[in-house]
């Protein structure tokens, strides 16, 4: 599968020099090439519930690398990946939830991050080298990438925390203790902990130097895991649905939405999405789509933001100027606070279905949306996309609904404070040779 640049579609990689290289040197982002698509559609309508998880990322692995690596390889980096798997569920006749939070860390991202990760260690082992992921976390991202990379010899990481922050992590994972994580506290705010990472992928030589990347999903490694959410759920309800399917998730940072509109160009049937309207993605006056970037054009724009994933730029890559199409795809609506909690309300009343704000605006979105309300086309099926697990917004139940979901035993080692009792950082130039010293 051939891969180019949201800044310059005459450049042509494949998929391991897109995951490779992280950034193109044109400040743009990855995207698969218009192209470059396989048609699966034989494949997709042959999938049914009895289809594991780890056989559709396999196989669509094997579309991503074409003729890079062999399909038993791609299933191998699949079955490697997902020891877990989403869940869907029926709430109602044409109303299904797709649950993301079976993971390691009851998110969504635990899909992504662990896809990344076991391309990147089988592809090591195969071809040598290492890779180092260097990011700011909360602590979530932090906690999983200690679970993901216990017993890898091929990558590390180093996590930026700001002072105090530091969650979940065991003393084996530590390098200091011969693991793959190397946490760092750093005085300052996120956006300054931010633009100290940012800095370091502006040295291209010290990227290359020490091979570093990213975790999130400017990396387009981890944004392609995404895809196979759609294909499953799609095998998992096919025989329950007549007519058409639409899809409603948060907005996010626009990864999930980006990674759905890939699934429908691999074949896969889908008639929308429906997404709360940020200032990113709004409407217009007549209640259309309308991407608020694209009155800018790209090549007056700054390079992308490697800590801030660019999906909303691959999203206008996706459409280029062709309006009618978001129109009739991507279907944002304004949520406001009394929708969103009437929406929670509803999902646990009828359904017994806890939802964080984000799986709750998401359904009022659809809710608001023409004629779903009532039911829409009666053959029609609408696809929640549940995010994150409810009790990691345990407050928010409890104060929308009166209850509060029980919490995992492996989200609350997520929580669990712990103080790491070494130098904090004080600049960027200190994170830049503490990175040099520990990866000597």
Not at 71 to 83: D, G, L, M, N, R
Not at 120 to 126: Q, Y
Not at 350 to 379: L, M, N, Q, R
Request: charged content about 20%.
């Amino acid at each position: 599968m051939i891969f180019t640049s949201t800044r310059n579609n005459k450049l042509e990689v494949s998929f391991s020099r897109a995951v490779k290289d992280c950034l193109p040197e044109d400040g743009g982002v990855f995207v698969p090439a218009a192209n470059a698509f396989e048609d699966l559609r034989r494949w997709i309508y042959y999938i049914n519930e009895t289809t594991s998880f780890t056989s559709i990322a396999g196989t669509l692995t094997s579309a991503f690398m074409q003729d890079e690596f062999s399909p038993i390889i791609c299933q191998t980096i699949a079955e490697k990946a997902f020891p877990f798997s989403p869940v869907i569920t029926q709430l109602d006749e044409n109303l299904f939830n797709l649950e993301l939070y079976h993971g390691y860390t009851g998110c969504y991202r635990d899909f992504g991050v662990s896809y990344l990760c076991s391309y990147l260690e089988t592809t090591h082992e195969l071809n040598g080298g290492n890779s180092v992921f260097v990011d700011f976390t909360h602590g979530e991202l932090g906690t999983l990438l200690a679970k993901v990379l216990r017993g890898k010899k091929h990558i590390k990481a180093v996590l930026v925390y700001e002072k105090g922050s530091v969650r979940g992590l065991e003393n084996e994972d530590y390098m200091w203790n011969g693991g793959n994580i190397l946490p760092l506290e750093m005085e300052g705010t996120e956006a300054q902990i931010k633009s100290a990472i940012a800095g370091l992928f502006t040295d291209k030589d010290f990227v290359a130097n020490y091979n570093l990347t990213l975790a999130n999903t400017t990396n387009v490694c981890r944004l392609m895991a995404q895809v196979f959410h759609f294909p499953y759920a799609f095998a998992q309800i096919k025989n329950k649905v007549d007519g058409d399917i639409f899809y409603s998730m948060e907005a996010g940072n626009y990864g999930m939405l980006a990674a759905g509109l890939y699934g429908w160009r691999f074949a896969l049937p889908v008639n929308g999405f429906y997404v709360p309207a940020t200032a990113a993605l709004g409407v217009d006056a007549a209640g259309y789509a309308q991407i608020l970037d694209s009155f800018v054009s790209l090549k007056k724009r700054c390079g992308v933001d490697p800590v801030f994933p660019a999906n909303i730029e691959r999203l206008e890559t996706f459409f280029g100027s062709n309006s009618l199409m978001i129109r009739n795809f991507v279907f944002p609506q304004t949520v406001n606070e009394r929708q969103r909690e009437k929406a929670a309300k509803e999902l646990f009343i009828k359904y017994g279905v806890f939802a964080d704000p984000g799986t709750a605006s998401a359904y009022a979105a659809a809710k608001e949306s023409s004629d779903f309300d009532e039911g829409g086309e009666a053959d029609s099926a609408l696809v929640l996309v549940s995010q994150n697990h409810p009790a990691l917004n345990s407050h928010y139940c409890r104060l929308v609904v009166g209850e509060t979901p029980d919490m995992p035993e492996n989200i609350a080692a997520t929580l669990k404070p712990v103080r790491l009792n070494r130098e904090v950082i004080t600049s960027a130039d200190q994170l830049k040779k503490v990175i040099q010293s520990a990866l000597q």
